[in-house]
Each structure stands twice: as structure tokens, then as C-alpha cells.
Nanobody, 121 residues
Framework: QVQLVESGGGLVQPGGSLRLSCAAS????????IGWYRQAPGKQRELVAT???????NYADSVKGRFTISRDNAKNTVYLQMNSLKPEDTAVYYC???????????????WGQGTQVTVSS
């Protein structure tokens, strides 16, 4: 089985920083796009940032210039550096990946369990 395990969430004051990590484990042949989504209470889950295997990135307008996504392909890990955090960034952050478990099989989509980020004074 494939698991995506997030870490690095917590409570931070406005203007502060956090770094989220998501490690993919299990039988994995390749990871295509991997990234982060978030869901605030009472709101729909939304894209935060994604990165392809080639390093192309995509960001939500609300986080451009403040968040940076990166990945370590050797470790099957993706990171989200979050700076200048605002109260409206408060949400559960979920890792998401399109990956192939075994060569020749199709891409499948996987979600992590989520990590809470709270921005409050």
C-alpha cells in the first residue's frame, strides 16, 4: 500500500513561517505531480500548490510569493515552505499525489490524512 504522511503543521502567529513535509512510502515506481491542498472549516478543499516530476510548479493566487513548493525525488518527499502566514491560511493541509505503483500500471491518485495549520495571535 502507498501512504502519504504529512508533518510540520502547528500553531503560528501571523507573519510567521512553517514548513510542511509529505513523505510517500510503500511500493512506488514513480511520482508524477505531487502537491498540497487545504480545507478550512465550512469551505471546500482547494489547491495550494503542486509540482511535477520535472519541477514545474503551480500556485494558488492567494499564496503566490509567500509559499514555495519543492520536492526531493530521491526521498519521495514534497515540502511546502510557508512564509508571511495569515489567519486566512488556517486550514487542514492535505498532501496529494499522482503516482504509479508498479511499472506498466496506470497513474492513481492518493491523499494523505492531513495536518492542521493554525495562524492566530
Amino acid at each position: 500500500q502507498v501512504q502519504l504522511v504529512e508533518s510540520g503543521g502547528g500553531l503560528v502567529q501571523p507573519g510567521g513561517s512553517l514548513r510542511l513535509s509529505c513523505a510517500a512510502s510503500g511500493r512506488i515506481f514513480s511520482i508524477n505531480a505531487i502537491g498540497w491542498y487545504r480545507q478550512a472549516p465550512g469551505k471546500q478543499r482547494e489547491l495550494v500548490a503542486t509540482i511535477t516530476s520535472g519541477g514545474s510548479t503551480n500556485y494558488a493566487d492567494s499564496v503566490k510569493g509567500r509559499f514555495t513548493i519543492s520536492r526531493d525525488n530521491a526521498k519521495n518527499t514534497v515540502y511546502l515552505q510557508m512564509n508571511s502566514l495569515k489567519p486566512e491560511d488556517t486550514a487542514v493541509y492535505y498532501c496529494n499525489a499522482d503516482l504509479v505503483r508498479v511499472r506498466g500500471l496506470p497513474l492513481r491518485n492518493y491523499w494523505g490524512q492531513g495536518t492542521q495549520v493554525t495562524v492566530s495571535s
